[in-house]
Nanobody, 113 residues
Framework: QVQLVESGGGLVQPGGSLRLSCAASGTNIGPDTMAWYRQAPGKQRELAAS???????ITLKSVKDRITISRDNAKNTVYLQMNDLKPEDTAVYSC???????WGQGTQVSVSS
């Protein structure tokens, strides 16, 4: 059974940082493109960042200077480092194996003073 478990979300003040983790089990994510999506209240889900099996990354243009996706295949884990967080980054962040039906349950990120 494939599971993706996110962690690291929470409430942070504007300008703060968070590091999200997505730990996979039941599958080896090494060959997969992994992605973080986010969905803000009242908005459609959007791709925040993705990383291919060889480390090529794609990042949402509006957050490109503040968000970094990375992976540790030995730990079967994907990370999303978010810096200089803004209120508009408030969303549920979910981990996904691209081109599959596998999603994590999501972790809430709230940016507020």
């Amino acid at each position: 059974q494939v599971q993706l478990v996110e962690s690291g979300g929470g409430l942070v003040q504007p300008g703060g940082s968070l590091r999200l983790s997505c730990a996979a089990s039941g599958t080896n994510i090494g060959p997969d493109t992994m992605a973080w999506y986010r969905q803000a209240p009242g908005k459609q889900r959007e791709l925040a960042a993705s990383i291919s099996r060889v480390g090529v990354t794609i990042t949402l243009k509006s957050v490109k200077d503040r968000i970094t996706i990375s992976r540790d295949n030995a730990k079967n884990t994907v990370y999303l480092q978010m810096n200089d967080l803004k209120p508009e980054d408030t969303a549920v962040y979910s981990c996904h194996i691209e081109d599959s039906d596998y999603w994590g349950q999501g972790t809430q990120v709230s940016v507020s003073s």
